[in-house]
């Protein structure tokens, strides 16, 4: 069955996560993606969190082969005019082309917008900044974390009184990596009715501010400026996590009926009194009312509490690790896992965020090895075999040694 974006082209120049999570999923989605890589390292992300004198079990990170499946990779140098050459040649041929590198990189290699889009003007050109291309921070080097911290989520996250902590995930990367998507379809659409590409833009700055959005209208609006809650939250109560017998549940009940109900399911003499009966009446009362609640729970197990609550349409959920929920069968059901070969084995993944009746997103490709793909890559885009001789003579696609052949040293 083809998929949604069948028969489009994606030149991928990202590396890292942000990216890569993008255009994986428009390859998941059909799209043929083309990563390209620097020769002998390749993506960052092949090596992230791997220690000093440790062989990974599948020979590269897990992080990489998470978002990484459905594309080809090829190497090139684009320090090399020779290198640089290639890459202008994919970039006029293909539907969206995608970079994270810093502003002005590729304007250095002529490789930017203004330099292509005369040869390639249906070209839809995505660019993934830290901070933007313009503005006092846009040269800075950023990453996930720093822009949770500059963004102000860092100090809506711990304790009250105590330092400022991460969110456990790269959220504001893979959040901006689903603006991206969406921009880019958005551009391939405007494209079917005007026949034009045209350069989109997202970065961690935009994507962290889109996190935090309605912290920052009360700021704007009244001038307030939220503090940590540790698991709380100051919309509503409950809304947070709460002590079990075996563990730890989340319970939120934001309106008077969800509450009445969560209060007769779990000690209606306790919590069903009048004392807590409104949202403003369980705000004026909120310790009250936590004490309570976690008076009741910590004498029962996750279960039970959820057994009780759940049939009722309390929201509750247990407090997972990852492994827990990689493996509840909700996960599988919902179409949140997805398999490939690599390595000699099968791995497990987590499937793009969405599913589609009619197009289903599908793997065609497990996350290449480092220029796996090169000789394909280069005949699927018109390089005659003698010209692919000079360019690599001249230095296009790698130095020395590379995975899995020798190369002609330029010069």
């Not at 307030?224 to 075996?246: C, E, W, Y």
């Not at 004490?291 to 197990?301: C, G, K, N, R």
């Not at 220029?371 to 296009?396: K, T, W």
């Amino acid at each position: 069955m083809a998929g949604a974006l069948d028969g489009i082209r994606v030149v991928d120049f990202s590396r890292v996560f942000a990216g890569p999570a993008a255009t994986q999923i428009l390859g998941d989605l059909g799209a043929d993606v083309v990563k390209v890589e620097a020769p002998l390292t390749g993506d960052e992300a092949r090596y992230l969190g791997l220690t000093e004198g440790t062989e990974p079990r599948l020979g590269v990170s897990p992080s990489y082969l998470a978002l990484n499946r459905n594309k080809r990779s090829i190497a090139l140098d684009l320090q090399s005019e020779a290198g640089r050459k290639v890459a202008r040649r994919l970039i006029t041929q293909c539907d969206v082309a995608v970079h994270n590198f810093r502003p002005g990189a590729m304007k250095k290699w002529r490789l930017d917008y203004e330099s292509v889009q005369e040869a390639n003007p249906s070209l839809i050109y995505g660019e993934f900044f830290a901070y933007g291309p313009s503005g006092p921070l846009s040269d800075f080097g950023a990453n996930d974390l720093a822009l949770q911290a500059h963004s102000g989520l860092m100090s809506l996250t711990g304790e009250p009184g105590r330092p400022p902590v991460r969110v456990g995930t790269a959220v504001v990367d893979l959040h901006g990596s689903l603006a991206l998507v969406g921009a880019v379809m958005a551009a391939l659409y405007s494209r079917t009715q005007t026949g034009r590409g045209q350069r989109v833009e997202a970065s961690l700055l935009l994507s962290s501010a889109h996190l935090l959005n309605y912290f920052y209208s009360e700021y704007w609006i009244d001038g307030t400026i939220r503090k940590p809650m540790g698991t709380a939250n100051h919309l509503s109560v409950p809304n947070q996590v709460f002590p079990t017998a075996d563990g730890s549940v989340v319970i939120i009940a934001p309106s008077d009926a969800m509450w009445q109900r969560c209060a007769r399911a779990l000690d209606a003499e306790r919590l069903a009194i009048p004392r807590y009966k409104t949202v403003r009446d369980r705000q004026t009362h909120r310790t009250e009312v936590i004490e309570a609640i976690s008076a009741v729970t910590s004498l029962l197990s996750s279960q039970e509490v959820i057994e009780r609550l759940g049939p009722v349409k309390v929201n509750v959920a247990k407090v997972n690790n990852a492994g827990e929920a990689a493996e509840h069968p909700q996960l599988a059901e919902s179409g949140g896992v997805t398999q490939f070969d690599y390595a000699g084995e099968t791995v497990k993944a987590v499937s793009s965020p969405f599913r589609l009746s009619g197009t289903p997103a599908t793997i065609q490709h497990a996350p290449p090895e480092l220029d796996q793909h090169r000789d394909e890559i280069l005949a699927d885009y018109g390089f005659a075999a003698d010209e692919v001789r000079r360019l690599e003579e001249a230095g296009a696609f790698s130095e020395g040694e590379r995975t899995g052949r020798k190369v002609a040293s330029a010069g």
